[in-house]
């Protein structure tokens, strides 16, 4: 395609999708540049295992040059990246440099929103950064020691509510998560509270927790998330976020919002994607982009008329086989970022017909609610309890296994299975030390979408 | 000693000085209280290896409240002494509580200090909390970031210098993990520039590196810094920091001061004791502080008149046996505790014969440079190389044993061992996005006393 120069693909996002499209390029005939914010890969559906203090941050991380560095063709910088000129065929980074391309693949993926609520973005912290994370970390584990401390019952009962907000994996990953740091690693801790005592709210819109799979698996979750002692409040919405509660309304005319006490809320509801999909949409012109902001795409992954430019992983939205656009889930964006990396280095060695289509392989869906505790599907098939939980551990270690982290982490997971540890419980960052303080902000810088 | 009550121990300080005593009064007749403002004890001579991305904060760090969970007369409470009531024999906390107490004990440390230039800080972080561990990581990954894009050879040069200020164990072991990190870990990670070209420079103000050491110790030492490719410049005093240089001048009269362009750092140099350390001398009356702000104490750990108030640890100084001060080590602050522990366990048993004086048992020191260098003495024997380090790594992991988390250090050093890996090489914290941007300070409130 390039003349004498070596032919320069720009992936921009280091995630599942764009990490899979570089690695797809190791063999190809020309120069990768990966673009990220972060100097390092995560694994993000082990996040709330970090929200929860039962993994450390590098358990689930790994250096982006870590991972690429024997692939002698490929270059990672740390930039964030601001615009595109597609006629110059640069993209530009926050610190006024250009990168030039002849071939742009873009994945900076998705983060969650508060459907028009910002302002509530400081009480209720989501779970898609390490800062985040720990930040979350640090407010659940804060409480308990404000709790511990504090004379008024009804201070003490707000201070040992804890709001999670959406029914999805996420939501219910982290109430499970809670309520076993509550119930079992904490049981012995305090003196003054009993950390038992927890209340574990689960505010989801829909008549049911994980909508995204079948209704007897939503039941089975329902019912596993009873045992484990949270509350789970099925077509409510809610409508406020203050420093002491949460207004949640049922989904229903004549419902009036009802408060829950509490200063701890988790968001895991809501996606929103990167801005980054809007500015190239925009830059190749008459692309439309979804509600949450995602960029409608080619069958092959290229947008509008740019065959030179691919937008993937949860940034795009593409129709599967089933008529209904493809789920914002890791499998569909290593795929995607497979596929990419096989359509350029098809075209790269001259192969010049169109490539067929890029098709996703659904090999099922899963999520966790606690320790044993698991739903997943594949092909009709569906598992719970046990079985599934035990394929849910199998598959994300050996996703793991590729960064080298796996037996660190296997330890951890059987270390904390047999005692009910969690090792991590560390309360740090900028207000740690003051933990009666009300809850700051998370940085917002760290709040915006990766790219 | 108390009346119908039972009587109340107030540990203030949850470091290794105030964790024995607090163990040594498991059995004891009282209740004991361990304040401290973090919710975690550190093990503090690992935190290097937090810095260079080789372990993660929670290796080497436990909740108090686990460690103590099942001393049920013990209650841990996370909040930051302001003050001491002595007449009314109480503490008080920054968020207005007071805390009463029938005995005292003050184990609050000591911080780094900059002589006089607090303005410094900012520029050159000190390496005593896990905030402090994940900034200077964050400015060491970043610096190579911003090498690996900077086109000017000078700033790129200046970029790949780290200066590492204070010859003694902590300043050593921070050039050494730097000087593997940049030649071992970092050297197929990047691709415009050669990680082994790092400078890595250590300033001593005394002739030798290790001043506490025997010579002999000190002088392979300073060999084994030169094989690692490490400058160092003893009789040498840091008389600027700024942003873009250190300066530094040579301890002769007619000496100038040279300024060494780097952007990157780090300070391991003088000990300045937490202030509750005066603010308890001066309540008191009468008792002497010495420079660095330790509280002179009786032979017995007690201060000036009161037989219920103990000073121990880095923020006591007490005479050894040759008369000369107990150095502001690790094994001085344990056994401090558990005598401490043991003198008050005692008392409360009815046993009113003056204690026998605090006796340190000097088992010896150590300090490790690198990868299998390392010097150890002990009893006038002296060690040096693979059998020292081995030897280093033993007694740490052996401590850390308590702590449960044993097992993962020790895969995780033996998988750095064999790999030259560093799997928490996380550029994390607030400006971890813009790795471009100037340093920031640390914030305000972490790089204070712990307490």
């Known amino acids: 395609m390039a003349g004498g120069a070596q032919h320069r693909v720009v992936i921009v996002g280091g995630g599942f999708a764009g990490l899979n499209a570089a690695r797809g390029l190791a063999k190809a005939p020309c120069r990768v540049t990966l673009i990220d914010r972060r100097n390092f890969h995560l694994f993000q559906p082990l996040l709330y295992q970090v929200a929860t203090g ?15 560095r024997r692939q002698r063709n490929t270059n990672v910088l740390l930039g964030e990246v601001t615009g595109f000129d597609l006629g110059a065929k640069t993209v530009s980074l926050r610190d006024g440099a250009t990168v030039p391309f002849d071939t742009l693949v873009l994945a900076t993926g998705a983060t969650h929103t508060y459907f028009g609520h910002d302002d509530w973005a400081d009480l209720a912290p989501g779970l898609k950064t390490v800062e985040d994370a720990t930040e979350i970390r640090r407010r659940v584990l804060s409480a308990f020691e404000r709790a511990e401390r504090e004379p008024d019952p009804k201070a003490r009962e707000r201070l040992l509510t804890f709001v999670v907000v959406g029914g999805g ?31 574990i709210i689960l505010v989801e819109g829909q008549t049911r927790v994980l909508g995204a799979f079948h209704e007897k698996l939503s039941a089975y979750a329902l019912n596993a998330l009873h045992k484990l002692g949270i509350e789970v409040r099925l077509d409510c919405h809610v409508v406020g976020v203050q420093a002491d509660q949460v207004e949640v309304k049922a989904d229903r005319p004549d ?19 990167s ?62 970022g497979d596929y990419v990396g096989g359509v350029i280095a098809a075209r790269l060695k001259g192969d010049t017909s169109p490539p067929r289509p890029f098709k996703y392989w659904d090999k099922g869906s899963m999520a966790t609610i606690g320790m044993a505790k698991a739903v997943a599907e594949t092909n009709g098939l569906r598992l719970t309890g ?48 003051n933990p009666a303080e009300p809850h700051r902000a998370v940085p917002p810088g760290e709040a915006v979408v990766k790219g």
């Open 54 to 68: 039962a993994l450390s941050p590098a358990n689930i991380a790994a250096p982006l040059r870590s991972i690429l």
């Open 169 to 199: 994996p996420t939501g219910v990953e982290m109430a499970g998560a809670i309520s076993e740091l509550a119930r079992q690693t904490l049981r012995n801790d305090f003196r003054a509270i009993n950390p038992r005592d927890s209340r």
């Open 255 to 273: 419902a009036v919002a009802a408060a829950i006490p509490t200063e701890t809320v988790i968001w895991a509801a809501g996606v929103k994607a």
């Open 275 to 336: 801005g980054l999909g809007k500015l190239l949409a925009d830059a190749v012109g008459g692309v439309p982009t979804d509600r949450p902001g995602r960029v409608t795409v080619n069958p092959d992954c290229t947008v509008g008329s740019r065959s030179d430019v691919f937008v993937l992983g949860d940034l795009a939205v593409q129709t599967g086989a089933d008529g209904k656009p493809l789920p914002g889930v890791a499998p569909v964006a290593m795929q995607q």
């Open 386 to 433: 046990v079985l599934a939980w035990l394929a849910w551990l199998f598959i994300h270690i050996l996703y793991l296994a590729r960064f080298e982290n796996r037996v660190l982490v296997l330890w951890q997971w059987a270390f904390n299975y047999f005692t009910r540890n969690r090792a991590a419980r560390l309360i740090t960052g900028e207000n740690a030390a």
